[in-house]
Nanobody
Framework: QVQLVESGGGSVQAGGSLRLSCAAS????????MAWFRQAPGKEREGVAG???????????HYVDSVKGRFTISQDNAKNTLYLQMNSLKAEDTAMYYC???????????????????WGQGAMVTVSS
């Protein structure tokens, strides 16, 4: 059974930085897709960033256009932890951020919710302007 636990959310002023972490446990074999999604108040959940990893390697990363150049997704395989480094934060980045896993799957540019079977509980990020 896969478990995901996020941490690192909080409040920051516009232009600031935060780093989210997602501690993963459970059955991860071969190549896997991990991702960060977010859901702002009154909006649908959207994929923010995805990463394909396996055998200690990162194969590819994907970002939604609105965060390209500002957010970086990475994974520390030794610690089984996924990260999202968020720089130059904007008020519109305010949302609940969720870690998601697709063990054995491949990330797609679309980052569809239905592709991910495992989700964390969420971490709130609030950016004040």
């Amino acid at each position: 059974q896969v478990q995901l636990v996020e941490s690192g959310g909080g409040s920051v002023q516009a232009g600031g930085s935060l780093r989210l972490s997602c501690a993963a446990s459970g059955a991860f074999y071969g190549r896997n897709c991990m991702a960060w999604f977010r859901q702002a108040p009154g909006k649908e959940r959207e994929g923010v960033a995805g990463i394909d990893t396996g055998g200690g390697r990162t194969y590819s990363t994907h970002y939604v256009d609105s965060v390209k150049g500002r957010f970086t997704i990475s994974q520390d395989n030794a610690k089984n932890t996924l990260y999202l480094q968020m720089n130059s934060l904007k008020a519109e980045d305010t949302a609940m951020y969720y870690c998601a896993a697709d063990p054995g799957g491949w990330c797609t540019e679309a980052m569809r919710e239905d592709d991910f079977g495992y989700w964390g509980q969420g971490a709130m990020v609030t950016v004040s302007s």
